[in-house]
C-alpha cells in the first residue's frame, strides 16, 4: 500500500551512540518533515525538506541532522544520543500545494 | 509564529453522547488550513477532519464536525454519539498556505476516554 515507512519501529540505545531513522514515502510528495511526539508537549518538529537536496530546522533541531538526498527518503541522524532524546519519531509527507500529510507509524527511541 | 492550544488535557464522555473538543490558535495570516488528527493506542496519526480558513461553512465528517470561529481564532472539534472506537488522542494543528511554509504546528493534545 502507499505510504510513509519508518524503520525502525523501536530502538534502544546507549548514551552516547549514533543511529539513522529511515523514512520512505512512495507518493511522489515533495515535502517530508520529522517531528518527535513527548508526553504533554504535542508533536514538534525537528526538520524538514521542502525537495530533494534541501532541508530546514523546525522548532527543535539541536542534536539531530537531516538528508534527502534522494526525493522519497528523508533520514534523521542522532550522532550522540542523549536520555532526553527518548521519544517517539514521526515522519510524515505532504504534496507540494497540498495540506493532508500522511503520518509513518512511529519510532519509539529510548536512550539509556 | 503560530501557536496553537488545547486547554482540555483530559476529556471523557459517555458513550452515545455528544462531546466538543477545544482549540484556539495565534496567527496573523488571513488564509491557512486548520485540522484535528485522532491517535488511537496503536500511535497512527489519523486525520479526522479539515478547515479551509477562507471557507464560511464548518467542515463535517459523518459524526464529526467543527465550530470554526475565525475572529475568535477557535476551533473545535464536535464528535457525536460517542463510540468506543473514537477513544484516543485527538490534536488540533495549523498549517500555513504560504509556499514553501507549509508544516504543522500543533497543540499539546486532548485525552478523550469514552465511558462504555
Known amino acids: 500500500n502507499a505510504g510513509v515507512t519508518q524503520t525502525p519501529k523501536f530502538r534502544v540505545l546507549k548514551t552516547g551512540q549514533s543511529m539513522t531513522l529511515l523514512c520512505a514515502q512512495d507518493?511522489?510528495?515533495?515535502?517530508m518533515y520529522w517531528y518527535r511526539q513527548d508526553p504533554g508537549m504535542g508533536l514538534r518538529l525537528i526538520h524538514y525538506s521542502v525537495g530533494e537536496g534541501t532541508t530546514a530546522k523546525g522548532e527543535v533541531p539541536d542534536g539531530y541532522n537531516v538528508s534527502r538526498l534522494k526525493k522519497q527518503n528523508f533520514l534523521l541522524g542522532l550522532e550522540s544520543a542523549a536520555p532526553s532524546q527518548t521519544s517517539v519519531y514521526f515522519c510524515a509527507s505532504v504534496e507540494q500545494g497540498r495540506h493532508g500529510y500522511t503520518f509513518g507509524s512511529g519510532t519509539r527511541l529510548t536512550v539509556v | 509564529a503560530q501557536t496553537v492550544t488545547q486547554s482540555q488535557p483530559e476529556m471523557s464522555v459517555q458513550e452515545a453522547e455528544t462531546v466538543t473538543l477545544s482549540c484556539t490558535y495565534d496567527?496573523?495570516?488571513?488564509?491557512?488550513?486548520l485540522f484535528w488528527y485522532k491517535q488511537p493506542p496503536s500511535r497512527q496519526m489519523i486525520l479526522v477532519i479539515r478547515?479551509?480558513?477562507?471557507?464560511?461553512q464548518n467542515a463535517t465528517e459523518n459524526r464529526f464536525s467543527v465550530n470554526f470561529q475565525k475572529a475568535a481564532k477557535s476551533f473545535s472539534l464536535k464528535i457525536s454519539d460517542s463510540q468506543l472506537g473514537d477513544a484516543a488522542m485527538y490534536f488540533c494543528a495549523y498549517d500555513s498556505p504560504l509556499f514553501g511554509n507549509e508544516k504543522l504546528t500543533f497543540g499539546t493534545g486532548t485525552r478523550l476516554t469514552i465511558i462504555p
Open positions: 496567527t496573523s495570516e488571513s488564509d491557512y488550513y
Open positions: 507518493m511522489n510528495h515533495e515535502y
Open positions: 478547515q479551509e480558513a477562507y471557507k464560511q
